[in-house]
């Protein structure tokens, strides 16, 4: 989704205003505003689907964030609205009257963490996510850790699921290390003629949990005529800590993911994983106050590209050999609602000989992921993930195909709990394997 800055001159943090919020950039009021209370949003709104709570739908969250702008305080009932709130953007899809929530929670979320105080536990808790996903070398070790068997064993004794829910649900999450990593060069040439010089995100989650996504991104855009570059001072993009409220931290991120790849001189940011490309096409609004990079991430923003959207636009040159495999299409919502990035995948996937592409019904509805909210809300993400896991398992796909590394663990998850035989890959994985002429079961396609 494009963005236009709504936030007007920088504001000093911790200013008083009355209500729930501070006068550090509340929830837009014009924006509130523009909620006409139709209720057409409702019916896909994961938590108003799970609960048949108002002021657990779009419509109540923005009647809340009215209150809190008319003089309510910040109260834990509020708040525990707000937090529920997934962040899919399926209500931005929805509604006729094009109100911007996306704009209103992410501000709504900032205010949250400077002026509610949370339990201790759930600090600790918030602190203990925050201290590991963005770090790439952190995530290395636990990956480390796995890789020792001690896991699967502190699993077996069920004591984490008893004791630590969320622990235990984050646990259940990782999927199992890789047997061998392939390196990721600085620079890989284009095949035959340069058609574009694009940098590449690698990313946190991503580049740990799924490295097998990034190597067949490179293979890929360089098939397709990509000088790739891959800056080495890149560093997480910063899109979990916006999403949940933490902005400084978040600016951060952002300001570092702007040098690494201007320096890179490239033609083109791409991303292959749906909720780091949503908030690097927002750092716009991210960083408006900042003078010295608010006018460098207009031009930044604008060269961000979802891995589809670019293939989309190159027009595909290498050939495609055929791929006899049912595929079932599971929209990422950072992907479809977020930035509305819908056709081009389906249509690099039809391109394919041999692949059928079926729809999952309930598709505009979340899997449960969210970004850190499976392990924040365990019980209801796995409602959405079973429920996710049913529509995909009634396509009778043998391979389910998703843009985002958290869709992926959380929908595997769901269809591990199912006993469901599905091979499960990213879309660039699927275009790599028909590139390279791999078979079907190259995907774990059983
Ligand atoms: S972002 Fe998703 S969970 Fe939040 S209000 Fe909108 S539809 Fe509901
Ligand atoms: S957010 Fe949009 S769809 Fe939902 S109630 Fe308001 S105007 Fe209607």
Redesign the pocket.
Known sequence: MTTTPERSGPVPLGVPAPGAFDAHHPPSAELVS?????????TTCPTYTLWGEEMDS??GR?YLMKSGLEGEPMTDSMVQHFDACLGCMA?VT????G?Q?DKLIEATRAQVERNHTRTPKDRALRTAIFALFPHKRRLRALRAYQRTGMPALVRRTGLLERFAPKLAMMASLAPPPPDKREPIPARTPAVGRRRAVVGLLTGCVQGEFFPGVNAATVRVLAAEGCDVIVPQAQGCCGALSVHNGRDEEAKRFARRTVDAFEAAGVDAVVVNAAGCGSSMKEYALLLADDPAYAQRVEAFAARVRDVSEILAELGSVAPRHPLEVSVAYHDACHLAHAQGVRAQPRALLREIPGLELREIAESAICCGSAGIWNVLNPEPARELGDRKAANIAATGASLLVTANPGCLMQVAASLQRRGARIGMAHTVEVLDASIRGLPPSALGVP
């Not at 523009?34 to 409702?42: I, P, S």
């Not at 929805?94 to 009257?97: G, I, K, L, T, V």
């Open positions: 523009d909620c006409v209370h139709c209720g057409f949003c409702l779009p419509r923005i209500c929805a509604c006729p009257s109100v929530y």
